[in-house]
């Protein structure tokens, strides 16, 4: 039966018997099925299977309930003005000398779930070279390794592994044993595929092997929460003083610990404490899609894309209305999130991603946002900082740029060159022949000079020789069939190149 039978009803009609045995009847093959899928395992597995499957009986549950988008359009506010704070605020107010003894009251947590296939490459994509051979797990273990040094503190580093992440990562560990810095992981959940026909689990088993490989997904990172309890490290921090997680996305080389956020913090008084903060950024025309902050309900709010009524898609994307957008870095209260599991009050939105399996099948995969658990935290704010910490490398385009002279590395910290006159990151676009890391890397002999550069497009089968510079706008297209070869030490300033360009040695 279809998930358009169940929601018939509309969004004001109330529930009909109809549809509540459907629901029911839904939810108890569903049952029915995830225990037949756990009496094909046993021992430890099967026993975090079921902790698993618990987790995802809740979601399913209450996909099944939904009705409609998730927010009543007209209901939604800006936030009010002291909600959302500029960084200039918080950074003006200096740093005390016992700043250490704020460090060590948190723990950097880094979403570690992902792999890098988008870019071409097998394995985690936290373990892929982005600048002067470091990965980027490298430049975040010599980043929390230098503050530990600097203020002779004790940040640990916590990975949030999924089943895709966890074996590769884990090996890698082992390099950084003699490192000042300790480094914990835990695994997101595992959830089943489900049939978009049937609403019935995909896997036959629970193996990862074969087909039955594609059957299985990590559920997002809005499973941090649960994962974290369960996997006791969120007890174990605890015990050893830390009051707060800086949460970010491995790929995001900007989300570094910012210690006046942290001092902002843990200056407030211990009744007014704010239980969580969302890094915002100005919204670009690149960022449109990008969740944003409202007010609902007299609560600080994400809004996704994904939540938006078809009819209001274009006033969200509208730099006009929604003039921030959330970079995902967040900072959170851990004795705020134990309170809120154990009362089991973390209430996020469910997004259903719809995909579509190697044989043609069409699933689902229920997921959920970290970020969208704002609203269950007390004393929630949003801080305005600056673009330079919004730095993700999703695409070998923004590669390109990490890898630039348009940026210099410290400590494993990337920072925007003080030779560079504005402080804006070039458009960087590049075709579908640069795509995977290898190519990429191939077509280039050096990364060109980019300090002078603010667009770049290049098209076909183009190729880069040494120490080529590229200033203004330059825009670089090979026909097809046709092949470019930039001359080592060409300078293009503002120039189109097109046609068919081929340096031969003679």
């Given at each position: 039966m279809l998930v358009a039978e169940l929601n018939r009803g509309g969004l004001n009609a109330g529930m009909?018997?109809?549809?509540?045995?459907?629901?029911?009847?839904?939810?108890?093959?569903?049952?029915q099925e995830l225990e037949k899928l756990l009496s094909t395992t046993k021992g430890v597995e099967a026993e975090n299977s079921r902790k698993d499957f618990e987790g995802f009986k809740h979601l399913f549950h209450r996909f099944l309930q939904v009705k409609g988008p998730s927010v009543d359009w007209a209901k939604i506010n800006r936030p009010p003005e002291d909600s959302i704070q500029p960084y200039e605020r918080i950074h003006a107010k200096g740093l005390p000398e016992a700043i250490a003894a704020s460090l060590n009251k948190l723990a950097v947590v880094k979403l570690n779930g992902g792999l890098g296939t988008s870019m071409g490459c097998k394995g985690p994509k936290s373990l892929i070279s982005v600048r002067n051979e470091n990965t980027f797990l490298d430049l975040t273990v010599q980043q929390i390794e230098h503050l530990n040094k600097t203020y002779s503190a004790d940040v640990p580093l916590v990975l949030m592994n999924s089943f895709n992440t966890d074996e590769d990562t884990k090996k890698i560990l082992q390099k950084y044993t003699h490192h000042r810095v300790k480094i914990h992981t835990f695994n997101q959940s595992r959830y089943p595929r489900i049939n978009k026909e049937s609403l019935l689990p995909v896997a036959t088993n629970m193996g990862l092997i074969g087909e039955n490989g594609?059957?299985?997904?990590?559920?997002?990172?809005?499973?941090?929460?649960?994962?974290?309890?369960?996997?006791?490290?969120?007890?174990?921090?605890?015990?050893?003083?830390?009051?707060?997680?800086?949460?970010s996305n491995i790929d995001n080389l900007g989300a570094t610990v910012d210690l006046h956020i942290l001092n902002h913090l843990m200056s407030q008084p211990a009744d007014k404490r704010c239980e969580f903060v969302m890094e915002v950024t100005d919204k670009t025309r690149a960022d449109v899609k990008g969740g944003t902050l409202i007010q609902y309900d007299n609560k600080l709010r994400l809004l996704e894309?994904?939540?938006?009524?078809?009819?209001?898609?274009?006033?969200?994307?509208?730099?006009?209305?929604?003039?921030?957008?959330?970079?995902n870095n967040l900072w959170i209260s851990l004795p705020a999130i134990k309170r809120l599991h154990e009362q089991n009050t973390l209430d996020m939105e469910i997004i259903v991603n719809p995909k579509t399996l190697d044989g043609g099948l069409n699933v689902i995969q229920l997921e959920t946002a970290v970020g969208a658990a704002i609203k269950c935290f007390d004393n929630a704010l949003g801080i305005n900082v600056p673009r330079s910490r919004f730095l993700p490398v999703k695409t070998t385009s923004d590669l390109l740029l990490v890898m630039s002279n348009l940026y210099s590395l410290e400590a494993g910290s990337l920072t925007m060159s003080e030779k560079r006159e504005f402080p804006t990151t070039p458009h960087v676009k590049l075709g579908s022949s640069f795509t995977k890391v290898q190519d990429f890397l191939r077509r280039f002999e050096s990364i060109p000079d980019m300090l002078e550069l603010d667009h770049l497009t290049v098209s076909g089968d183009v190729t880069f020789g040494k120490q080529v510079a590229l200033k203004g706008t330059v825009i670089i297209i090979a026909n097809h069939g046709d092949r470019i070869?930039?001359?080592?030490?060409?300078?293009?300033?503002n120039k189109i190149v097109s046609g068919n360009l081929r340096i031969l040695d003679h």
């Open positions: 009909t018997e109809f549809q509540e045995k459907l629901r029911q009847q839904h939810e108890n093959s569903m049952h594609e059957a299985w997904y990590p559920p997002g990172h809005g499973d941090i929460y649960t994962s974290f309890c369960n996997s006791g490290l969120l007890d174990k921090l605890l015990s050893e003083g830390k009051e707060y997680i800086f949460v894309i994904a939540q938006v009524p078809k009819a209001h898609v274009d006033e969200f994307k509208s730099v006009t209305k929604f003039k921030i957008f959330n970079t070869d930039i001359p080592a030490g060409a300078m293009l300033e």
